[in-house]
């Protein structure tokens, strides 16, 4: 599985959009990219994921870039509860063990 | 729809003793996975089931850690003997099926462990 790249930590206003980045540049045909947040003491809560068209869901956006080498997570209108640390995940699709192999994620504070 | 359901949520233990933690997975899901969370880290993942079977436990503690799946649906995950540096909390996370594709797993809220 490819290994990603996400900056530790990012700030945002609360009701603005919140743009998470995530570099995946070994990422291999078959791999999606799946996204994560985990809120202090709950496990991790699985938020979206996408091979290769943009993806929208009720509770994000994911864009891919058009090379698939990265993306980002937008959350259109982040509030207090959106506070969390959110994993970038490259998983080979079709494999024989679709484990997620989690990095350090990207702390998100959303300030009022 | 239930979730990922796991008990207890918290477990406070003398090093050298042992612990056990129970999971339940969403009814219907073949793929069973346990992690291992480090207080600052990601969840690392220790062993993964598909249906009663094993398919990945190249990074379970195998002298101290056991974990079983029996009849293919509840799990139990085992350490004994407890070391401090086992602190930690325990995920439970539970899919479809690991072969299809965008295949999506789904997490329990985690068994706190504390060995002191």
């Known amino acids: 599985d490819a290994k990603t790249t996400q900056p530790p930590s990012m700030d945002c206003a609360e009701g603005r959009a919140a743009n998470l980045p995530c570099n995946h540049s070994t990422i291999s045909g078959n791999e999606y990219v799946y996204w994560y947040r985990q809120i202090h003491s709950q496990g991790p809560q699985y938020i979206i994921h996408?091979?290769?068209n943009n993806e929208t869901n009720e509770m994000a956006s994911l864009i891919i870039t058009e090379d698939r080498k990265s993306s980002t997570l937008i959350l259109p209108h982040a509030t207090l509860r959106d506070t969390a640390v959110y994993y970038c995940?490259?998983?080979?699709?079709?494999?024989?063990?679709?484990?997620?192999?989690f990095g350090q994620g990207t702390t998100l504070q959303v300030k009022p | 729809e239930a979730g990922v359901a796991q008990s207890p949520r918290y477990k406070i233990i003398e090093k050298r003793q042992s612990v056990a933690f129970w999971c339940n997975p969403i009814?219907?899901?073949?793929?069973l996975y346990w992690y291992q969370q480090i207080l600052g880290q990601g969840p690392k993942l220790l062993i993964q089931?598909?249906?009663?079977?094993?398919?990945?436990d190249s990074q379970l503690p195998k002298d101290r850690f056991s974990a079983e799946r029996l009849k293919g649906v509840d799990s139990t995950l085992k350490i004994q003997p407890a070391k401090l540096e086992d602190s930690a909390v325990y995920l439970c996370?539970?899919?479809?099926?690991?072969?299809?594709?965008?295949?999506?797993?789904?997490f329990g809220e985690g068994s706190w462990l504390t060995v002191v």
């Open positions: 089931f598909q249906n009663n079977g094993v398919v990945d």
């Open positions: 996370a539970s899919s479809l099926d690991l072969a299809r594709a965008g295949n999506t797993i789904y």
């Open positions: 009814s219907g899901h073949a793929t």
């Open positions: 996408g091979l290769k």
């Open positions: 995940i490259a998983q080979r699709g079709s494999s024989n063990t679709g484990k997620l192999i």
